[in-house]
C-alpha cells in the first residue's frame, strides 16, 4: 500500500473518531500517533538508509492536510514533529534519524522562550561548558507535544561561537528537564503545547546540532520552510473540512414554513461560495509554494513567507463564515464546526506570527535582510 492508502485507513479509523474526545478532554492524540508512527508515517522524509521513506516536502504537506480534514490537534504535533525532523536531517544526525525510521521516536521544536515570546530568532536560554558537558538552563513558553515528544530540537545562546542561536538535541527524561501542568486552551486542544523549563541540564557536546551559534541559520533555512509549508497545509485541510460540513448542513437543513432548505437561500450560498474561493485559493498558493522550493525557483523564499501569514488569515475567514451560515447549529458541538473554529485561531499567534510574516514579507519585498541585525 501507498502511504495515501495508509494514511487514509488511519484517518477514517482512527484519527477521526477520536478528534472530539481529543479537543473535549484536551487529550493527546495518542492512537493517531501510534498508528502513525506505527505505518511508517512519520518518517516520510527520512533517508532510505535511516529507514524511511525519501520522500520530499509535497508528500508530507499532502498528509499534514490530510490530517488536517480532521483533527487539527494530530495536524500540529505531525508539523512539528517533522519540522524538527528537518533540523536533524540538516545536521546529519543519521542516529535519530534512524530511531524515527524505526517508528521509535516522536522529536519535536522548543523554541520559543518566556522572556523572547514569539521572537524565535533571539533566545534567552544558556548553554555552558562544564567539563566535556554542556549545561543548558532555560524557560521554554510553548512546546508542543511536551510530554509526549522523545527529543527535542533545542535551541540557546551560543556555547562559545559569534552568532545568536545555537540548536541542540535533547531528549525527554533527561535529568532537570520538567513539564508542569497540562494545555487547556481555547483550540488545537490536543497539541499538549506546554512550558518546559531546564534546570542545569546536562548533554553532551556531540548533542550540539550544526556548528556553534549558526542554528539561526539551520532554522531560517531548514527548519521554516517545514513549518511554514506544514502549517499552512494544516490550515488548507481544515478549510476543505469545515466547507464540506457547511455545505452539508446547508443541503440538510430545511425552512418548513418556506418548504425550502438552507441551501436555497442565496446568502447562505453567497458565503458557502467565499469558502470554497478562500480554500481553492489558498490550497493553490500553498501547492505553488511547494513546487517553487522543490524547481528552486527565484519566488520560492517569498512565497514560503507568505503562505503561513495568507493561510492562517484564510482559515480564521472560512470559519467565522461557517458559523454565521450554520446559525445557532454551528454552536453546538456534533457538527464540528464550532471545534475547527477554535482550532483556526491558533496559527495567527503561533510563531512566526502573522504580523512577524507580513514584515518579513514587506523587508523581502524591498531588499532587506528578514531580521535586524
Same mark, same amino acid.
Given at each position: ?34 498508528? =502513525? ?297 456534533? =457538527? ?20 512577524? =510574516? =507580513? ?15
Amino acid at each position: 500500500m501507498s502511504y495515501v492508502e495508509d494514511l487514509e485507513e488511519i484517518v477514517a479509523t482512527v484519527t477521526a473518531p477520536e478528534a472530539q474526545e481529543t479537543d473535549s478532554a484536551a487529550r493527546f492524540p495518542r492512537a493517531s500517533v501510534d498508528a =502513525l508512527r506505527g505505518a511508517g508515517l512519520l518518517a516520510l522524509s527520512v533517508p532510505t538508509e535511516q529507514g524511511g521513506s525519501g520522500l520530499g516536502l509535497a508528500e508530507v504537506a499532502d498528509l499534514v492536510r490530510r490530517l488536517g480534514t480532521v483533527c487539527s490537534s494530530t495536524a500540529m504535533v505531525v508539523t512539528m514533529h517533522y519540522s524538527a525532523t528537518a533540523a536533524l536531517a540538516a545536521t546529519g544526525r543519521s542516529d535519530v534519524l534512524a530511531e524515527i525510521g524505526a517508528g521509535k521516536h516522536l522529536t519535536t521544536l522548543a523554541f520559543s522562550e518566556v522572556g523572547s515570546r514569539s521572537h524565535f530568532w533571539a533566545p534567552l536560554s544558556s548553554a555552558t561548558a562544564d567539563g566535556g558537558d554542556v549545561v543548558l538552563d532555560a524557560r521554554k513558553s510553548w512546546v508542543t507535544s511536551a510530554h509526549e515528544a522523545d527529543s527535542y530540537v533545542w535551541s540557546s545562546r551560543p556555547l562559545e561561537g559569534d552568532g545568536p542561536m545555537s540548536l541542540w538535541l535533547v531528549r525527554n527524561g533527561i535529568a532537570g528537564l520538567s513539564v508542569p501542568g497540562g494545555f487547556d486552551g481555547l483550540g488545537l486542544r490536543g497539541n499538549d503545547s506546554c512550558p518546559v523549563t531546564a534546570d542545569g541540564v546536562r548533554v553532551g557536546r556531540s548533542d550540539l546540532l550544526g556548528s556553534d551559534g549558526a542554528g539561526l541559520d539551520v532554522a531560517l533555512a531548514a527548519v521554516l520552510p517545514w513549518f511554514l509549508l506544514l502549517n499552512a497545509s494544516a490550515s488548507v485541510g481544515l478549510m476543505q473540512s469545515v466547507t464540506q460540513a457547511t455545505a452539508a448542513h446547508l443541503v440538510g437543513t430545511r425552512l418548513q414554513h418556506l418548504d425550502q432548505s438552507l441551501a436555497q437561500q442565496a446568502s447562505s450560498r453567497t458565503k458557502l461560495a467565499t469558502m470554497q474561493i478562500q480554500t481553492d485559493r489558498t490550497r493553490t498558493l500553498v501547492e505553488d509554494a511547494i513546487a517553487a522550493v522543490g524547481a528552486g525557483r527565484a519566488d520560492a523564499q517569498l512565497l514560503v513567507l507568505e503562505v503561513k501569514a495568507a493561510a492562517d488569515e484564510s482559515a480564521a475567514l472560512v470559519a467565522d463564515l461557517a458559523m454565521t451560515a450554520g446559525g445557532g447549529a454551528a454552536f453546538r458541538k456534533e =457538527l464540528s464546526i464550532e471545534r475547527r473554529f477554535r482550532d483556526s485561531r491558533a496559527a495567527r499567534v503561533m510563531a512566526p506570527t502573522t504580523d512577524a =510574516l =507580513l514584515d518579513f514579507v514587506g523587508r523581502a519585498l524591498c531588499g532587506l535582510p528578514l531580521l535586524d541585525a
